[in-house]
């Protein structure tokens, strides 16, 4: 592996490790010096999950106009990447932005999106998380049955993953 492409790995990671303690200005300042290698190596795949990055500092700091910037840049590079598992959680990141800009219309397209990708490329990780957030909206827009459903969509959902578990476990013990 290059060196720098080490370096950017390891100022992302250390990025994101501030980020968890709640260092926002420090894990900007690590996400802001992977971008700036990424786009000198041209290496658009982690440009892409720097910018995400930095547009999860920037919402978590209220910056929600930096936050959009950062998170379309993000999807831009996802797209051409065709990175499809990753673009899910961009969109749902995205939604989660328009919901504090109070823009439901717009968190709606996006959380649709996500979902649809999630469920198609099984990124398990954030499904309860979109699910959740696209009954939360609804219910903002007092579309309280529609809400209800989709809380009751992932309830199925639920029950299909711990079904297919338990049939692997089966199949193990065989």
Do not use: C, W
């Not at 992302?12 to 290698?37: D, P, R």
């Not at 936050?67 to 990447?81: F, H, P, R």
């Not at 990124?123 to 903002?140: N, Q, T």
């Amino acid at each position: 592996m290059n060196d720098q492409n080490m370096v950017s790995s390891v100022l992302n990671n250390i990025g994101s490790a501030y980020k968890q303690l709640g260092e926002y200005g420090v894990a900007k300042e690590y996400f802001l010096q992977a971008i700036q290698i990424n786009k000198t190596l041209n290496n658009r795949r982690n440009l892409s999950y720097n910018y995400n990055n930095l547009a999860n500092v920037f919402e978590e700091t209220g910056n929600l106009h930096q936050a959009l910037e950062y998170q379309q840049k993000s999807i831009v590079l996802k797209t051409d990447l065709n990175d499809q598992p990753m673009l899910a959680t961009s969109y749902y990141n995205l939604a989660l932005i328009y919901v504090k800009l109070d823009s439901f219309a717009q968190a709606k397209v996006y959380i649709l999106r996500s979902k649809k990708l999630a469920k198609q490329f099984k990124v398990a990780s954030i499904i309860p998380l979109v699910f959740s957030e696209y009954s939360r909206i609804l219910a903002r827009e007092d579309d309280h049955q529609k809400a209800y459903l989709i809380l009751s969509e992932l309830d199925l959902y639920r029950d299909s993953l711990d079904l297919a578990n338990k049939e692997e476990e089966i199949n193990e013990m065989e």
